[in-house]
């Protein structure tokens, strides 16, 4: 799996909410995300997500991560709308 495809299961999971909600919007299985967030947390060697039975939270690290895309895309957008 390549890192566009890895980062793009991580958006994903913290829009939706959760991992079977990114799968179900994405039109993959919930094993296919997981295996993404797997590999990109083994890339990057750190948790992004706080697994429990009922809910998934972002480490800090994954917090992070959700900030700076923020504002790399609210950049970008500025840069192709002028």
Same mark, same amino acid.
């Given at each position: ?8 299961? @991580? ?7 959760? @991992? *079977? ?12 995300? $997981? ?13 992004? @997500?706080?697994? $429990? ?9 994954? $917090? ?5 895309? *923020?504002?790399? *895309? ?9």
């Amino acid at each position: 799996m390549d890192r566009f495809s890895e980062l793009n299961a @991580f958006i994903a999971v913290v829009e939706a909410g959760g @991992f *079977s909600a990114a799968a179900r919007r994405r039109g993959e299985g919930q094993p296919a995300i $997981s295996k993404a967030i797997g590999a990109l947390e083994k890339r990057l060697g750190v948790a992004l @997500f706080n697994r $429990s039975t009922r809910s998934v939270t972002l480490t800090d690290q994954g $917090s992070a991560i959700t900030t700076a895309r *923020s504002r790399w *895309s609210t950049r970008w957008m500025t840069l192709i709308t002028k």
